[in-house]
């Protein structure tokens, strides 16, 4: 049997034990960003990297969740003949157009792009046009917030502000409802879920890994797996199919990470994180 026959059987062995226990989400960032974003630079992948994630999940047999599904923030999905995987991309990189989008209409994968309202048109970030755009090529679009402050930090008014005011922007930039929400940063509590239910979204998705169970929306936000440049094809293609190994992986390495946020808080572990990362760019010296 070749490496790829018995690669894909193993995908096809581990998606019927895994269909039932639910679905993946992948959490993308930026896709080969050209100058260099400080706050993607670490979640950064590829692009060469990401058409080999794609033919991953191709390999692994998995279906999209449906465009239209996405469009109404509606991941109440059920158990299907083929495993069902979702890609999202988090800020609202100009990537995600340029980069991304081609190949995953080749792939016919839907993705959901969380959009940054308050950065649209900076540098390095999708403009108002673009944005409108990414419909068109099989993205539907989300909130992350307005200004990409972690919402479990900010008082009631700022908080609803945010949620509000991001998805009413964005609905009206693109003519259809937002229903979908990424916090920032994965920073999620019981307020923040109250609240976005509250300003209108019927999906809240974090970033602690799992897979998105099939049925009702968790009262929490749905998991998500974070993407970066050392994830392997062979990860993704586990991944995919809800391989229990891998979810493990990835759970471990979220826990861990738990740590020194607990004891650092937000503001204290994103200064340590800055300085870690300034410090690895200036080891490698310039691009």
Same mark, same amino acid.
Do not use: C
């Given at each position: ?5 018995a ?20 959490m ?10 400080p706050?993607?630079? !670490? ?27 996405l ?94 005011e991001?998805? !009413? ?34 999906a809240?998705m ?36 809800? !391989?229990?190994? #891998? ?22 572990? !994103? #200064? ?16």
């Amino acid at each position: 049997m070749s490496a790829s026959k018995a690669a894909s059987s193993l995908a096809a062995r581990l998606a019927r034990r895994s269909w039932p226990g639910g679905w993946p989400a992948l959490m993308y960032h930026a896709v080969e960003v050209a100058d260099g974003l400080p706050e993607s630079e !670490d979640y950064t992948v590829s692009a060469s990297l990401f058409a080999r994630h794609l033919l991953a999940l191709e390999r692994a047999g998995v279906a999209s969740v449906p465009l239209l599904r996405l469009l109404h923030g509606d991941l109440a999905l059920s158990p299907g003949e083929a495993p069902l995987a979702l890609i999202t991309f988090d800020d609202g990189f100009e990537s995600v157009l340029t980069r991304a989008s081609e190949p995953l209409a080749e792939s016919d994968l839907a993705a959901l792009a969380f959009i940054t309202v308050d950065r649209i048109g900076e540098p390095g970030y999708l403009d108002a046009d673009q944005v409108r755009v990414l419909l068109g090529m099989g993205l539907a679009v989300g909130s992350h917030g307005l200004t990409h402050r972690y919402l479990t930090d900010l008082p009631l008014g700022e908080l609803r502000r945010e949620l509000a005011e991001s998805r !009413d922007r964005l609905s009206a930039l693109v003519g259809y409802p937002v229903r979908t929400l990424s916090a920032p940063g994965g920073r999620v509590d019981d307020r923040v879920m109250a609240e976005a239910r509250r300003a209108g979204y019927r999906a809240v998705m974090g970033s602690e890994p799992g897979l998105v169970p099939y049925g009702d929306p968790p009262p929490g936000p749905s998991p998500r797996l974070a993407i970066t440049e050392r994830t392997t094809p062979a990860h993704i293609e586990r991944l995919a199919v809800g !391989d229990p190994a #891998a979810l493990i992986q990835e759970l471990a390495r979220y826990k861990a990470l738990q740590v020194p946020k607990r004891l650092l808080g937000n503001a204290g572990y !994103d #200064a340590v994180r800055g300085a870690l990362l300034g410090a690895w760019r200036g080891r490698r010296g310039p691009a």
